[in-house]
């Protein structure tokens, strides 16, 4: 969808320097651009390169000297913020058509806005509820019960088990599963067999989540396992039963929780880390990637960066590394 | 499904002080419960909120004190466990209506028993088995010649590659695969590109295990991938070619074992573990979360504990660990 | 399919002693093996079990003393890739039927070769354009201008995004996600709410890759992801946007990339390992499993090992190992 360049900067808080009404298609990195395309710059350095591009406009924190500049220049403070909501408004349009498919199958007692999409083949049990203008791709099974709000994306192949409830504006990428059974065995104390402990609570993902290919969530044990609101799950992530992430936390790829443990607002957790049950890491720290916490530990700081097995702050642990490093010579 | 309280400490083999006749509807946790609700208790110093909770009955392991307590109480040994078994008989009845959902596609071959549920969009391919009172979620995929006992569960969108063979009562999560071809390569002596070595063996899955969402087992390159009877096995686990995994060993959520690894009876194996090829763990190890044993190792020591990479005794490698801190500090 | 050992011999570069007619069905280990099948020994010490298995015909580099023996030898210089190639021999035939399943979803505007596979329930998108004689197996969806090349084998519940650009000879096994969004936000510097950066790049995988089974491959930002031609990627990896990974590597399971990563022809890469954004594996670097390498590191060395986190030469990390373990008694 074409916009101007004034209309784009209106809309992400720039001021314009050369041609509003220039006709902008599609947002793209300087390497790959062409005409017609927004490009952004973060640091000075790079901008001449973007001047030299065939972009048509530049989005930038400032340029000293305009002269002889051809191109249309979008000056914003957060240069990388204003290209993010350009990308939006020239993505935005209807990608999906409304409709429900003719081979997908959904129980009778499920209505459906005229506003939600489903493609084909998606399977929708009895008393699930879709707010308006969701997208449901191809292949999806949901089971009863499930609430999914308005304006999500859940993209191909993707399992929610029965009574997920879902909020607004999630997107949930291709093969994740939400709601399987949590692992809850008690072993008899004779035969040393695990038996199963109920695995009967349900998972809430609050609105603005967003979850990665193949990660699976967990329906809490006989409680609720909950998201919160903004938070950003990679691929291949594990959350464990009865977990509670809190709002606006980063968890990147393949990290992995078990049961139980409490995730407070702003924490970032980087790749691969894991965490030992009834763990609790505190509002805004941040753990490095492949970190280990451990059982039922408590992590405090906000902006305290941790790493390592068992993790801890960032300078001891340096430190640590450093004489390990010694001793190896 | 409401059964009695007289019914149900009959069948988990608990001692009733009380109202026997008193029905219950489901089990919960104390926070969650009301009226009708089943309860347990581990600890005596949480018998109070129990007791003060809408819940109808409270399983204990002991009380006291029974003056002037108005729930019905089941007493037993192991309240967890009892917990557990009221659960699943609160649980129990139809689950899954038995039948054959229109939009599924079965092999002409295939003969199903009129107490299996398949659901929509399921595929089956030829000479597939299938036992009695298993469930078949939607949008799974079973290839040639695979075999499931009976009292399954499949949940929705499992590939399940041809010739894997399943025993009875087998609960597998979805978007699990099972049977996919292993990690097999000979490097070309001149060019050094990889070709494929045949993966042709077969997948066993023995009674009574569980496998958790999305996690993957390989087939045997040219012998049999094993998972033995009673293994419970989390999420986004990883099982290499020719593994051989013994009765009710506990692998949880993200751990990876390449090929040809055997791992003996009892064995517990904690989160995001790695275990390189030809290794041994032998019955009764426990293995700490994230930690890693190298190729050919051989573990040994029932109920003895090991952690790190490369893994050793606990006590050891805490003692490493202390020292390595006092370095840094 | 049948074959004389004499064709098999001529195929894969071997020399017969014996009888050059006799029908060889399948491969198997030498374990597993009964009449008609051929076996392999890389090592002298493994041949005399060989010769006394019911196998009919023996790979081998040499065979020091012939007297006495019954089967048919085939000897090569390489008895493990002589032994690779055979089984694809007598693998090969039709393995897929061609067309087009009655419950499979095309668009209309993708026209198939009569030569192509596509199985039940598998759905596809708008101009998605496929190769002669591929294999789409049951319930895998496809965005709209995806291309696949000729000869590819894709597994079941694969899920393939818009954009998608698959070269010849590629296997996909069940459950991978192609295309996602890559995990790039930018934090608001405000409220610390995090807005998604565009994430509208490709992917691009070259011929002759394989990927294992749920493994995730997201899409550049703005750029591409791209998988070098031979690469062998195994199940539950990760590897995130804009990630260039070179010819001929070997990726193990569960490892995971972060962004912008370089790895570069030839790398070997063990199970779990993790590798931080914008760093760089040079050619031909072996990285242990469980590794980590830090952002914007670079690790190089033709043929060193490293191992760690963070990962150091081989060498260098044993020896800080072995110090520890000394602190640690």
Request: proline content about 3%; charged content about 20%; glycine content about 12%.
């Amino acid at each position: 969808m074409k916009r101007k360049v004034g209309e784009i900067a209106a809309a992400v808080g720039a001021r314009v320097v050369g041609d509003e009404q220039l006709e902008i298609s599609r947002v793209a990195s300087v390497a790959n651009s062409r005409a017609g395309d927004l490009v952004f710059v973060e640091d000075e350095k790079h901008l001449q390169v973007a001047l030299a591009s065939p972009a048509s406009a530049v989005l930038a924190k400032r340029v000293a000297n305009q002269e002889g500049i051809t191109k249309a220049l979008l000056i914003a403070a957060n240069p990388r913020l204003a290209f993010a909501r350009a990308a939006k408004l020239l993505q935005s349009g209807i990608e999906h058509r409304p409709g429900i498919h003719a081979t997908a199958v959904l129980h009778e007692s499920v209505a459906i806005d005229k506003t939600v999409a489903i493609d084909a083949r998606v399977i929708i049990d009895e008393n699930v509820r879709i707010g308006r203008q969701t997208w449901i791709g191809a292949g999806c099974v949901m089971g009863a019960s499930v609430t999914v709000g308005q304006d999500c994306k859940i993209y191909p192949n993707v399992t929610i088990y029965p009574g997920t409830r879902i909020g607004d504006r999630v997107v949930i990428h291709a093969g994740a599963v939400l709601g399987s059974d949590g692992f809850g065995y008690v072993p008899h104390p004779e035969t040393g067999r695990y038996e199963k402990f109920p695995q009967i609570g349900t998972v809430e993902i609050e609105d603005d989540v967003e979850i990665g290919s193949n990660t699976t969530i967990d329906r809490g044990a006989l409680e609720t396992t909950r998201i919160g609101r903004g938070t950003k799950i990679g691929n291949l992530v594990h959350i464990g039963h009865n977990c509670l992430i809190g709002e606006n936390v980063i968890i990147a790829a393949q990290a992995g929780f078990s049961g139980s443990i409490t995730i407070e607002n702003n924490v970032v957790i980087g790749g691969q880390v894991g965490v030992g049950e009834h763990a609790r890491i505190q509002e805004g720290v941040l753990l490095g990637g492949q970190s280990g916490v451990l059982p039922k530990k408590v992590l405090r700081g906000k902006g305290i960066a941790f790493w390592g097995t068992p993790a801890k702050p960032l300078r001891e642990y340096l430190k640590s590394l450093a004489m390990l490093a010694k001793l190896g010579r």
